[in-house]
């Protein structure tokens, strides 16, 4: 019979997760009036994850760059904008962490940044719509406990596979005599 014992580990660990959905809209001026657009793509997402307070910040940036034909369209150009961006998070910590010590935030992206709407305004410019989705995890120090046990396992018997006989005949087979 054994008792068991308890041991507290620090270890680091995910200790927050949480992730959010955003969607922006955006306008860039263009050189010639739109007649149509031909297409809208993000290129270049770039991102950083830091603490800030009780919060996760997440500053990053992408470029978007949307075609367009203009003069009837007979003539097509693209026009390009990079597109800085802070985002906050409140993400939920685990139970019994501590967000004051030494933390990692790791941001992931869950939807790459697109262009899910595109609209060619009066003055000739071009609004537009990006979604994202970005995900954060806090991986700090955090306690486990484990259990232990007190009693070691006793140890196994190895018999080896030679017997009495097997020894009896190399007695009786060495030659003393030899060298």
Known sequence: MYMASFKEIVTKAIIGKGKKYFKNNYTISTTDKPTTVLGCWVINHKFKGYK??????????????IWYSYDNDSKTTVVNQKIDYNELFNVKIKENADLTGDTDIIVRTLKQPSCSGVNIENDGSISFDIEKELGVEIVGETKMKISIEDDEEPWDEIDDDVDEEVLNEIDENVDEKYI
């Open 52 to 65: 800030t307070g009780d919060k996760i910040g997440v500053d990053g940036s992408y470029d978007v760059n």
